[in-house]
């Protein structure tokens, strides 16, 4: 069974950094990507960044030059590095790993990343 466990979130200021965390069980899985979304409150969950097994990655508009994806294929973690943070980017962080021959999303259970002005 896998199992995705995010670490790192937290409270920082506005125009500090956070570094999430997220290690998937089962060193035998492969997955295609791995990424993050996130869900403020009261708006519906959203992608953050995504990352393939070769290292291609998407961002959302939002987060280009500020947030950076980085992934460790051996170890099964994908991490999010976040700086220059807005309050607007107060949300729940949502590890995701995706397995496309089998058309199966795993997520995490969320961690908490908020931003104070």
């Known amino acids: 069974q896998v199992q995705l466990v995010e670490s790192g979130g937290g409270l920082v200021q506005a125009g500090g950094s956070l570094r999430l965390s997220c290690a998937a069980s089962g060193n035998s899985i492969r997955f295609n990507a791995m990424g993050w979304y996130r869900q403020a409150p009261g708006k519906q969950r959203e992608l953050v960044t995504t990352?393939?097994?070769?290292?291609?990655?998407v961002y959302a508009d939002s987060v280009k030059g500020r947030f950076t994806i980085s992934r460790d294929n051996a170890e099964n973690t994908v991490y999010l590095q976040m700086n220059s943070l807005k309050t607007r980017n107060t949300a729940v962080y949502y590890c995701n790993a995706r397995i496309n021959i089998i058309m199966r999303d795993y997520w995490g259970q969320g961690t908490q990343g908020i931003v104070s002005s």
């Open positions: 990352i393939t097994s070769g290292g291609n990655t």
